[in-house]
């Protein structure tokens, strides 16, 4: 997803593909340590997304004049637990989703 597809999503839309990038980024992390990952430049890419996407949750809270983390609070619950668990379990597999 490049920046100005980033910039079209809702502010709740774009916490969510936050809380997605964080959560596989977790599990590209914990491949890469068990040995497991293959493709070593997702780290980079993934981590490369986050930061955009950061950007813009930040240039968003700045035009709101919210502080820091403030627009994750006036957008409300994400379901974040459930967004970030669905990437990982993708990541992982059909046996991570059916053991967690």
Do not use: C, W, Y
């Not at 035009?63 to 990437?87: D, I, M, N, Q, R």
Request: no cysteine.
């Amino acid at each position: 997803m490049n920046v100005k597809d980033l910039k079209t999503l809702d502010d709740k839309g774009l916490l969510l593909r936050r809380q997605d990038l964080l959560g596989e980024m977790t599990s590209l992390k914990f491949r890469h340590a068990t040995g497991q990952l293959e493709n070593t430049a997702a780290l980079r890419t993934v981590r490369r997304a986050l930061g955009r996407v950061n950007t813009i949750v930040r240039q968003r809270e700045m035009e709101k004049s919210l502080p820091a983390g403030g627009l994750a609070a006036e957008v409300g619950s994400l379901g974040a637990t459930e967004s970030a668990f669905a990437s990982f379990r993708r990541a992982m597999g059909s046996d991570a989703a059916e053991n967690g």
